[in-house]
């Protein structure tokens, strides 16, 4: 299973949308209200599972009306919600908060839902510094067929953020699971790390994301 970690603050876009705003541009004002920020997590989203969004407000403003809309048509209000997604791929999610003197501000925020997949890494079986990953198929995946093998990447999940990771260098097909041989000392482990994760797409575009069993 994909872990679960804590709510994360996330990047944004601020847009003010009211005429008080537009007034205070034609007067030159500067406004030194706190930016409203929109935290999600788990910081890895994968399909089926609850994503949790959270608004940050400054503290005197805790009397605003918040709306979302999570990139699918669907809508919620309040400080918190939650969206369940039944795809894989990139989403655009909108909060806009509206004050009591009519003043608003959009947050969006683009998310991206992965699809979670099944991986089992064979430590033991490491042989000349080549450990073998597998990927496990199921009833809706077949990985030796849907994976986009160039993209994936294996390692610790600080490595992956940063774009590296070990990339495959040999495949094989396992009766509906697909094994990857990834070079041990691009993997970006060692002791005290977190549980090693794969990150990748389907040949149609879709994110994947697996964290490693049998570590």
């Not at 299973?1 to 990047?11: A, I």
């Not at 403003?61 to 894989?88: L, M, N, P, Q, V």
């Not at 990139?90 to 501000?105: F, K, M, S, Y």
Request: negative net charge.
């Amino acid at each position: 299973m994909v872990d679960q970690p804590d709510v994360r603050t996330s990047g944004r876009t601020l847009l003010q949308t009211t005429e008080s705003a537009d007034a205070d541009a034609a007067s030159g004002a500067v406004r030194n209200r706190s930016n409203v920020a929109v935290r999600h997590g788990p910081s890895v989203p994968v399909v089926d599972t609850p994503v949790l969004f959270e608004v940050e407000l400054p503290a005197d403003e805790s009397d605003c009306r918040c709306e979302w809309t999570f990139g699918d048509g669907s809508t919620a209000t309040g400080e918190k919600a939650s969206r369940i997604y039944d795809a894989a791929g990139e989403t655009e999610v909108t909060l806009t908060v509206a004050r009591d003197d009519g003043e608003t501000e959009t947050v969006r925020e683009s998310v991206t839902i992965y699809r979670e997949v099944g991986v089992e890494l064979r430590e033991s079986e490491t042989e000349d510094g080549l450990m073998p990953v597998v990927l496990r198929g199921d009833g809706d995946l077949d990985p030796a067929t849907a994976v986009a093998v160039e993209s994936l990447r294996f390692g610790a999940p600080t490595a992956l953020a940063m774009g590296s990771g070990a990339a495959p260098v040999r495949t094989e097909t396992r009766e509906g699971d697909l094994c990857v041989w990834v070079r041990e000392d691009r993997t970006g482990l060692g002791d005290g790390d977190a549980t090693p994760r794969l990150a990748g797409r389907t040949v149609d575009g879709r994110p994947l994301a697996g964290t490693a069993d049998g570590a």
